[in-house]
């Protein structure tokens, strides 16, 4: 079964910049490639968001709250998917996953201190 791991989540000052990495396993190459890749997250005491999906052929959506500040991207040789987030905000607080397809990952915390 696809398995797929975050990380690269952390506490960090308002203003500062994190990059997370989901990988995944049990998966060949020619199905990760040809999937969209997507991020969300899910804040204190709000509903699970997307946050950015970057499709097969490297086309990038990003949520409105992170256009300009977040970017995401793919290394399909290495299973990975990346969001590189900068200028974080404290609204930017919660736990972010990685799902490809119908899989999620566990979910890495990222908290961003005022």
């Known amino acids: 079964q696809v398995q797929l791991v975050e990380s690269g989540g952390g506490l960090v000052q308002a203003g500062g910049s994190l990059r997370l990495s989901c990988v995944a396993s049990?998966?060949?190459?020619?199905?990760?490639?040809?999937?969209?890749l997507t991020w969300y997250r899910q804040s204190p005491g709000k509903e699970r968001e997307l946050v950015a999906s970057i499709t097969d052929s490297g086309s990038e959506y990003y949520a409105d709250f992170v256009k300009g500040r977040f970017t995401i991207s793919r290394d399909n040789k290495r299973y990975t998917v990346y969001l590189q987030m900068n200028n974080l905000d404290p609204e930017d607080t919660g736990t972010y996953s990685c799902?490809?397809?119908?899989?999620w990952g566990q979910g890495t915390q990222v908290t961003v201190s005022s």
């Open positions: 799902k490809m397809s119908n899989i």
């Open positions: 049990r998966v060949t190459f020619a199905l990760f490639r040809s999937v969209t």
